[in-house]
């Protein structure tokens, strides 16, 4: 009798082991051979957890997507598409991605983590437009998948983390520009944590700037992706998070992009916390007030109608 009970057991837990990772498909942004900007390249992906479990990405050259669906019982409709951090060199893909995939999908908002491609002259023309292409593209994949999903199109958002903070208020302020515009890569909200924001030299984060725009570097295009001046009343809503010693990426960051909302009257949730530093996601502890973080994130969402 123990043998079948354990057993079944088995079989049980393989069920849901298949189960989870037919949720967690894994989808190529662009067909092969269709890639934008694509140069060959001997740049090789590599992939590295360190001592306090992260996992870093880098050399990213093949843009992919992962989707974490919501179970249908707990489905609200919504989605995320989530953009971790690095400076443009790395992707922090655990605690800036697949972390906050889990925890969206246990409240009924389904999440899909971006691979996106990392600036690099080797393997790309014209570095700077890259990642945005790729985020834009996630956008239409997942409204194009919306039915199959059970995602309602009018409510998905886009979250970023630092750099990836930075691709996605880039997203928001210039889904209507450049090569691959379309209105279906316009988020409907979007999650800011300690963002970049600009790239004006008093406040911005040298390296994302310098990875991201190379050796095209120009005032041109410093202000056209400093996403603060590209404000405009087509930007989503935001929710932003940001810690005041932060000596990575200043806190003015955030706070100039959420007073280019406010002057469009666009509505905006910032949190501002005394200390945090930089890079935690959801590691707060010993970090004061800012523990409280995800919990208002959590009203801001269900305020917003994405979470019941």
């Given at each position: 009798m123990k043998k079948i009970f354990h057993s079944i057991a088995s079989l049980s837990l393989c069920a849901l082991s298949y189960q989870s990772m037919a949720q967690n498909e894994t989808i190529n942004l662009w067909p092969e051979g269709k890639v934008p900007n694509f140069k060959s390249s001997d740049i090789q992906e590599k992939s590295e957890t360190d001592a306090s479990g992260i996992l870093r990405i880098s050399g990213v050259?093949?843009?992919?997507?992962?989707?974490?669906?919501?179970?249908?019982?707990?489905?609200?409709?919504?989605?995320?598409?989530?953009?971790?951090?690095?400076?443009?060199?790395?992707?922090?893909?655990?605690?800036?991605?697949?972390?906050?995939?889990?925890?969206?999908?246990?409240?009924?908002?389904?999440?899909?983590?971006?691979?996106?491609?990392?600036?690099?002259?080797?393997?790309?023309?014209?570095?700077?437009?890259?990642?945005?292409?790729?985020?834009?593209?996630?956008?239409?994949?997942?409204?194009?998948?919306?039915?199959?999903?059970?995602?309602?199109?009018?409510?998905?958002?886009?979250?970023?983390?630092?750099a990836g903070g930075h691709l996605a208020a880039t997203l928001s302020t210039h889904h209507n520009m450049g090569p691959k515009a379309s209105p279906d890569a316009k988020p409907d909200f979007s999650i800011l944590l300690y963002p970049v924001i600009s790239f004006q030299p008093t406040i911005s984060h040298g390296g994302s700037r310098d990875n991201l725009l190379g050796s095209e570097k120009s005032e041109e295009l410093i202000k056209y992706y400093s996403n603060e001046m590209q404000v405009s009343d087509q930007t989503p809503p935001a929710f932003l998070v940001h810690a005041m010693d932060d000596t990575g990426v200043p806190v003015e960051n955030s706070i100039q992009y959420y007073l280019a909302l406010k002057n469009k009257k666009i509505p905006a949730e910032m949190h501002l916390y005394p200390k945090g530093g930089h890079g935690y996601g959801m590691r707060t502890e010993g970090k004061g007030s800012l523990a409280n973080w995800p919990a208002a994130m959590e009203g801001w969402l269900k305020a917003m109608g994405y979470m019941k």
């Open positions: 050259t093949v843009p992919t997507m992962t989707a974490y669906i919501a179970p249908k019982e707990k489905a609200t409709g919504a989605a995320v598409v989530i953009c971790p951090g690095g400076g443009y060199g790395i992707l922090a893909a655990s605690h800036e991605g697949s972390d906050f995939a889990k925890w969206f999908n246990d409240r009924g908002i389904s999440a899909f983590v971006l691979k996106y491609r990392l600036p690099n002259a080797k393997a790309m023309e014209h570095q700077h437009e890259v990642p945005l292409m790729d985020a834009m593209q996630a956008m239409k994949l997942v409204r194009e998948g919306a039915g199959k999903w059970n995602i309602d199109k009018n409510k998905i958002g886009v979250m970023g983390f630092s």
